[in-house]
């Protein structure tokens, strides 16, 4: 079966410290989004891309968070400065637009002490 | 912004029983996708339902699109069917979709 591959499946950093998360999605998808669970808010939409190009990341707080795809078997999330607010599982997913719905990713869990 | 309200918010079970698991949204959609997250927490796909029927095992969901809502049936539950069940819908025509908060089953043994 196809999967959607994240890396690292867990991390533990301290505040300041920058973190990468990475994401390979299922070849042939268009559509990569990017999720942070934590218990109190739930699976927030943080970013998201088609084609490899940014559409929104309005969830995404821009002064630490960043997100990129540098290339269509890629896609990074970073955090720098981390802080222990951003400790939460990151998932990311990915789909073809309007066919057969989305495959998440195992997720990333992030630890910031 | 389109919302989703899932319910109940939690349910207790005994193996064997069925369960039906609601989801409402307040505007109209064009997909929908019903999801468990296990208690490892991978979430996994059930169903990618527009509209209409699909059953795969014991579970089947059917969406009613035009009222709004979806429901997804559990016969004779397992403990391995524990976990949360989320729908999922987009937000916009750019497939931005968004989450419920889920309804957490727990299938006692």
Same mark, same amino acid.
Request: proline letters at 6%.
């Given at each position: 079966?196809?999967? +959607?591959?994240?890396?690292? %499946?867990?991390? +533990?950093?301290? !505040?300041?410290?920058?973190?990468? !998360? %990475?994401?390979?999605?299922?070849?042939?998808?268009?559509?990569?989004?990017?999720?942070?669970?934590?218990?109190?808010?739930?699976?927030?939409?943080?970013?998201?891309?088609?084609? %490899?190009?940014?559409?929104?990341?309005?969830?995404?707080?821009?002064?630490?968070? =960043? *997100?990129?795809?540098?290339?269509?078997?890629? *896609?990074?999330?970073?955090?720098?400065? =981390?802080?222990? %607010?951003? =400790?939460?599982?990151?998932?990311?997913?990915?789909?073809?637009?309007?066919?057969?719905?989305?495959?998440?990713? =195992?997720?990333?869990?992030?630890?910031?002490? | 912004?389109?919302?989703?309200?899932?319910?109940?918010?939690?349910?207790?079970?005994?193996?064997?029983?069925?369960?039906?698991?609601?989801?409402?949204?307040?505007?109209?959609?064009?997909?929908?996708?019903?999801? &468990?997250?296990?208690?490892?927490?991978?979430?996994?796909?059930?169903?990618?339902? @527009?509209?209409?029927?699909?059953?795969?095992?014991?579970?089947?969901?059917?969406?009613?699109?035009?009222?709004?809502?979806?429901?997804?049936?559990?016969?004779?539950?397992?403990?391995?069917?524990?976990?949360?069940?989320?729908?999922?819908? @987009?937000?916009?025509?750019?497939?931005?979709?968004?989450?419920?908060?889920?309804?957490?089953? &727990?299938?006692?043994?």
């Amino acid at each position: 079966d196809a999967r +959607v591959t994240q890396t690292p %499946r867990h991390k +533990v950093t301290e !505040m300041g410290q920058e973190v990468t !998360m %990475r994401c390979q999605p299922i070849l042939g998808h268009n559509t990569v989004f990017w999720y942070r669970q934590t218990m109190m808010q739930g699976l927030e939409l943080l970013a998201y891309f088609r084609n %490899r190009a940014p559409l929104d990341d309005s969830g995404m707080p821009k002064d630490r968070f =960043s *997100a990129e795809m540098p290339d269509a078997t890629l *896609a990074t999330l970073k955090i720098q400065p =981390s802080e222990p %607010r951003d =400790s939460a599982v990151y998932f990311c997913a990915s789909g073809q637009q309007g066919r057969y719905g989305y495959t998440f990713g =195992s997720g990333t869990r992030l630890t910031v002490v | 912004g389109i919302q989703v309200e899932q319910s109940p918010p939690d349910l207790i079970l005994q193996e064997g029983a069925n369960s039906t698991l609601r989801c409402n949204f307040s505007d109209s959609v064009n997909n929908l996708q019903w999801f &468990h997250q296990n208690p490892w927490g991978q979430l996994i796909n059930l169903f990618y339902i @527009p509209s209409g029927t699909k059953q795969n095992g014991r579970l089947s969901a059917t969406t009613v699109a035009t009222e709004r809502y979806s429901l997804l049936y559990i016969s004779s539950s397992q403990t391995t069917d524990s976990g949360v069940y989320f729908c999922a819908v @987009p937000m916009n025509r750019d497939d931005k979709i968004i989450f419920g908060k889920g309804t957490r089953l &727990h299938i006692l043994p």
